[in-house]
């Protein structure tokens, strides 16, 4: 027989996924004889049965009633019974905590006649009644689906009538009176009486905490939260205790440590004569938990002590629910506190300090997600704001500035020292400028991998994006807010956040972080920076923690970077290098002309000159990158993009000239060029057409170029003594034999350049692997490559047929809501689809050279859980934009940490 | 020491990797004691050190000498002796037969010295001056690379002037003086003399071999009959004999079988004094074997009976050549011979009744190309054709018919009963309707895999795709060839050649097929329709010939079909299923209005009326083609492709509406909304965006609207008391939750049908394989799944990242230059890639479901090496276009025989 049911005896707190975090807490607790009050759990296990079975398995009812006679031995009373009532709670406890999604029922066993029995035993009527009273309301709403409000208005309507203040002034007999009127609401609403047995009151109530579990509000913060749908709740059915017997009866909530601060000494509020519902409606103000010293000393101290001995038991801050029952300390809930970011940093450093638990423990108690919230600037918490609407959150920080809608408003009010935000519909390469000059970037289309959200998250720059609220018109200059019909124009002060997506009215302040200081500056400027002992201490803890996830990391951290402004910034985070460096940005402001006219070439020779012309524009660049670099390597991807992106939108041209036409102005002979060019590269599908390495099978020359502006670049650097460390790239590959030709193109054009120069040029050649044949056929393209770069976002667009532009926006939303994925794959690495490609690629790539250096630079390289990941199927480093990189040092340490004592190789495929 | 060169008495006919066709046959023949003039083999793996190194290898002289000085003992002459001397031939010969494409020298081994030996020994100066004459030249040029022109100039000149009338009139002086001018050129062209040092000739000559392998005319030769261009080439240096030496003498071509009709009996050409390179350049007429008889009965009766013996040795057809040198018959080379298909056949039944072959046997000596061309009507070979240009072929057959550049006319001449040749720029699915009516379709853009070609050879229906020499103006209605200025209009004639690309002017009579007639409508007709005993014999053969296929096959053939006129085709053509039922082509025509006002749809009711308004089409479209395939599976394709397809093209309506704009006309509410819902619908990558599965959650409306309809045409036909045997096919499947919500969505709807009607349905519900994500997560789809087809078409696309529509155009020749593939992967399927990723998707799901279905419905599925592939991996069935039908089945009865006797499971991954 299944076990369902466990008494608070039985189980532990490791059982979290059986009996749900609070029952195994309860549990914990029981077994370290704290005074709890005694109950069982019944598993979700159980849950699972009945949700998928529509009925309780058989063998539950069995077990309840076995268990339900355990704690009426204990307690000497009996369940619902007429003279001395055992009063029961039953509460929902999941394995992760859910706060106030799902359903809880208290009082259970009160009747018609066993409320006179509670009036007795306590010596207090009221008290009788009003249990009573909150019973059937409860268990009216959550159990029989009554509407919460036909209650709680015949409760408002007598107190107003009687001239009431609030539920303390009623009298026995108008808790009566409501009773009554309760019953009477149940039986009009359901057609049948509320339930007297106390165990079809009990069994009724498991089965609404089962079935609260798939409520919308339940499901729709798993899924914001990223848990499971197919866990199951636990059930938690325990002795009732009374926090509100009078004076010396109350309730509490305490935590070991400040959760909010993390500063060290207990920390919490209570409640006299109150029970635990009460606290969370907020009717009355709480006491800090001092207050208890002074009212019960004797309980007090008992909970200090039980708080002591819960922290070096559990190892962490606890969080902790108790309640005082006429002088008696009763333990209701303990768990692990949830704490904010800082206070996640300084418990863990404490906890070290106080030599109970060690360094490596350390840098799991914290996480990337948690680092990045102390990095970016925030607006000031307790500043006045007014909300103008929202988007999606796309880089984090806080950023206020005047709206402007094109790059040379955007460029010249910022020389005149003026803040801006950029506001466009959607941004495309050519908003760059803006984007670089401005505070952060707002837009009204595109999802959290449009090209306004990845370029300012490779900036680190705050980006709100798909403001769908917002009507964005750049002719007129205006941007309209479509809920609230306001409207605000160019030079209109906003505020966007770019870590909640709100969007904001005005000058709103904004407070600077210490920990980005220390991060970027060293530990004496961030010290300096800070403005309290709370921020100093945060300083330090976040620097032992992050010294010791350094030197605990296998995997190497690079930056993503394209200029020398983003490489001093990379070197800055300690990166060890960059991990991509994206050509074609260089190709882009005045350098687009010779591009075009390089395709726009009628012959060789008008190639050849337009390819000349850029040489030393590239060689320049790399020069500057190297240079930033001096001495780490610098991971050089050629050119990528498809080459209709250098030239005009089709739709856009054709309309502007059949315009033209029909004006009857004359089309000049370069407009049909550019028009017949634009109709010959146009494509379909672009990100499956003619780029990458395509592109340098196809013009040659642009490929020689890269190679020779890279090698030059290096014999000039060598010659002022420098050590500049490129590596060369190839992006797009599918097979080894496109691998061959670039590389045989391109070592002649570096043997060339050494043989000009006379210095010796030794450049590693290396290929992307971002298409599944690449991934498949890795052990042949290994031989012909000096490394594999992962390129793990067009590896997600073709492994599932996603293109990155389209499928956000469009039917993204269907698929979390029918949990096909519960994060989108492009956010955090699909493990079982791409990951496995991933996985695959460095078996085959590692059967054919066991040594060969293989990174990823995808957007993934900066996601904490894309990065454990990497860990465990050994790449040697990840490469993410330089902002991330504090965090992917962090997540890095942290997977060698876990790898190193929980390590097993899941990841075989089955093949 | 590797061993570079074999003697012809020690190889043999399977060698033919390391000694090339012709040397491994030579030593064959040898090895059977015919009279082969002595010689050796220098291996292909001596070439591929040559190439690869840059020189011939250091062990190969030695091992010449050693070869040379047996062959001197076996003639008792040496080498370029001056009294008596040894002359040799140097020729190619790959694994590969490529006639023309590389080098032969002769008569290696004359000098100035050795030149007056001969003429003594042979007692013919004329002869021994002739030789010399012809060794300078071919040397000059072949080895020396000298243009042959400057060479036939001073010949030409000296018969001009001395007035002759050919090669035969030229004297003894004559050919000294050209001996002399000959080796003038040589120096004057490389300041070399010509060498004198027969030793040094014949190495040079074989260096010459070696690097003809590597010409520009050899690569393309290779490229177009799949050779791969790392084989290499043997040399063969054999004893020259002569059929020169006048009447007694000669040189033919034989063949133990006609490789032409097929018919029984030898066939050849001789031709009296003269060398085999005379009748290769054509200058005099053959005449045919039998005048040897006449001639030489002696050497006619060895020839005849050698012809016997190695066709019973080779149990083939064989082609040989042989010299008769004064009276000595010598064999030069044999082979199995090339043939048509229509020999093939005939043969291949022919060798079976003479119990040379076994009925296995005879199925693997066709090809389903080769049925392939006995398939399609022809063009009269005799007729006058005038060629307007030429295309890619993309469907074969042969058509005529007036040019028509739109639907309507094409279908409003048809209906007076004239035939039409559709002609566009290319063609989008607006123009099926033409498609359909059309003789053929003929387009200027556009690869074998365009729109075009798919669909047209889904029909059956001749195409000529890409011939970019064309400019088609549908507004003018002409057709220009650029080449030319030639310019045709619609109504004028032409003929295309969808089996060579080619266009011509004019009525082009056209020959039937009664094979086509034969497998459609069984034996008796294909008798009834052939017009001779040639035909009739063919007719015949093929029967024999398909029948043991369709015995021996494992794999089922299915049809891809939409309508019921192909199912019935379909049917005629033994297809035993339908593998893949479109839907989408449902949903065009008069019917797009209702899907246009589904997407225009502001609310549900409105996007419910309009699917309720395409059940009963789409019903009726169901009830046609299960009817018409009654008994037998038909798989349905739930709609696949992106919305958008169905609403006007952005471009071309922007402009539209700009163009009114300017024109100062009023722009309509309908209009705009249009513009609106095309721009919303709009995507970058719509092979990556909103379709397949995705359509089906986003809008669930429309996969109900679709199940039901196939459910209620069950019921309808049930009624009827028929079989109707529908098979539900999701599209675009990644992962299994899709496939749990699409199944759990069709299961619903069947249900519901079920009970309405009170008939139970039990309809099988799989899912195409078709993104790389549902390969690797194929286990655990397979739970959720019924059957699965694999769609390699789209496979190709996401794990190479190619789109089909853009790359064939753009960058897939510089590919097939460079050996990235040597035919395209969307022609055959890419076995190390995509094919491995089918192949993992095959066994992960059997590891589920170890009697799970899979087939495959791409164009691969027609295509015999892919045939071939999918028989290794274990697949149930291939679909494919009905008139591929047969060819499938020969090519999968081939496959089935292959396996049985040679079968190795190669494709074993990695992982």
Redesign the interface.
Known sequence: MTKYVYDFTEGNKDQKDLLGGKGANLAEMTNLGLPVPPGFTITTEACRVYLNEGASPDELGVQVTAAIRGVEAKMGKRLGDAKDPLLMSVRSGAKFSMPGMMETVLNIGLNDKSVLGLGEQSGDERFAWDSYRRLIQMFGKTVMDIEGDLFSDKLHKLQEEKGYSGDLDMTTEDLKYLVDEFKKVVKEETGQDFPQDPRQQLDMAVEAVFNSWNTDRARIYRRREHIPNDLGTGVNVQTMVFGNMGAGSGTGVCFTRDPSTGRSGVYGDYLENAQGEDVVAGIRNTLPLSALEELDKKSYDELTGIMDRLETHYRDLCDIEFTVERGKLWMLQTRVGKRTAAAAFRIADQLVNERLITHDEAVTRVTGDQLTSLLFPQFDPKADKVKVSRGMPASPGAAVGEIVMDNETAVARTREGRKVILVRRETNPDDLQGMVVAEGILTARGGKTSHAAVVARGMGRCCVVGADDLVIDDVAGTMKVKSTGKEYAVGDVIAIDGTTGEIFEGDVPVTDSPVTTFLAEGLEAGLAAADSDDARELVNAVNNIMKHADEKRRMRVRANADNPEDAELARKFDAEGIGLCRTEHMFLGDRRKLIEAMILAKDEAAQAQALDALLPLQRDDFVGIFGAMDGLPVTVRLIDPPLHEFLPD??KL??EL??K???GEEISESEREILAAVLSHH????????RGV?LG??IPGLIKLQVRAIAEACVLLKKEGKDPRPEIMVP?I??V??MQ?VRDLALDVIKEVSEESGISLDLPIGNMI????AA??A??IAAESDFFSFGTN?LT???????R???EG??FN??FD????GISPFESI?V???G??VD?GV??GR?TKPDLKMGVCGEHGGDPASIHFFEKIGLNYVSCSPFRVPVARLEAGRAAIENETTYERKFE???
């Open positions: 089709l739709t054709s309309v059949a315009r036409e029909a004006a494509e379909q599908n672009p990100m499956l057409g003619l395509r099978l196809k797009l599918g097979g034999r496109e030709i971002e298409l599944p044949r498949i056929s052990d042949t067009d667009q073709t492994t599932w047929g996603f293109s532009d389209d499928v469009t039917f269907e698929y029918y949990g096909v994925f699909d079982g689809g791409v496995a490609l695959m078996q085959r059967y495929t089955k093949l």
